[in-house]
């Protein structure tokens, strides 16, 4: 079956965070989602991550729009730029000008240099990222951190962190951002302008912060389906059904880094 967009995901404790979002495009077009699960008796490499999704891409008969959040955008930009045949458009949620620096990068600089225990820190981290929380919600949200920490495709840790130079791709570009974000802060975000070319485009939000797809998932949605649409040859966009917000979300192709086999989600 054919596929209009593809989401990447690869933190899969952050999934349900994304999850507001594809809903709202679902209604639009025809997405799928592609998620990497990491083993942890494995090494951690983006570069195989990038194979396994050119795997999945192969089996693709057109181009599609590929987009993600953090380090889904990351591997999402890393990949455009080595297969851009395969790639209709770029979209970069939460990614800024030196796209490895994520939350994690964040995390580990502050358990680095603050003599605090790791659960402190990542109570510090839900505010940055969340705001205020309290009660059984801020723990909520630290366990989810504390997950994603053990689990996501990550080159981070506390004695190194990948670095990724800045740069742009070929295909049309989207970046969106979150102007309360302190982990793509104003400096990051607008360091995307260097390498913009005629037709790429950055948009903003006010609030959300690093999440901001998951607070606003109506305006980032309509950000993301706008710029499709003023896109050469843009696809067709359905009008909003009533009803299953899911009908058009497309199991992707879930890989288990440590076998390397592929299988359909449920």
Request: hydrophobic share 40%; net charge neutral; proline share 6%.
């Amino acid at each position: 079956m054919l596929i209009d967009a593809l989401w990447l995901n690869v933190s899969p404790s952050l999934k349900k965070l994304d999850e507001p979002l594809l809903n709202h495009l679902s209604q639009r077009l025809t997405i799928a989602q592609w998620e990497y699960l990491q083993d942890p008796d494995e090494a951690n490499s983006i570069f195989i991550a990038m194979s396994l999704l050119n795997g999945y891409l192969e089996q693709l008969s057109e181009p599609v729009h590929l987009l993600g959040h953090g380090t889904g955008g990351l591997l999402g930009l890393m990949y455009a730029r080595r297969y851009p045949e395969k790639i209709r458009s770029l979209t970069l949620l939460g990614v800024g000008v030196y796209p490895a620096i994520d939350w994690q990068a964040h995390y580990y600089f502050k358990l680095q240099m603050l003599p605090c225990s790791r659960h402190l820190v990542l109570g510090m981290m839900v505010q940055s990222l969340f705001g205020y929380q309290s009660g059984e919600l801020r723990q909520e949200f630290i366990e989810i951190l504390d997950q994603d920490l053990k689990t996501s495709l990550c080159s981070h840790n506390l004695y190194r962190q990948l670095k990724i130079f800045p740069g742009g791709v070929l295909m049309p570009l989207l970046v969106c951002g979150s102007e309360n974000d302190v982990v793509v802060d104003q400096n990051s975000y607008q360091g995307w302008q260097t390498w913009l070319k005629p037709g790429d485009r950055l948009r903003q939000f006010p609030l959300g912060r690093y999440f901001f797809h998951y607070f606003y998932p109506q305006a980032v949605g309509k950000a993301i389906l706008d710029y499709w649409s003023d896109l050469p040859n843009q696809i067709e966009l359905k009008q909003s059904p009533i009803g299953n917000k899911n009908h058009n979300i497309i199991p992707g192709t879930y890989y288990n880094f440590k076998y390397g086999n592929n299988f359909t989600a449920n």
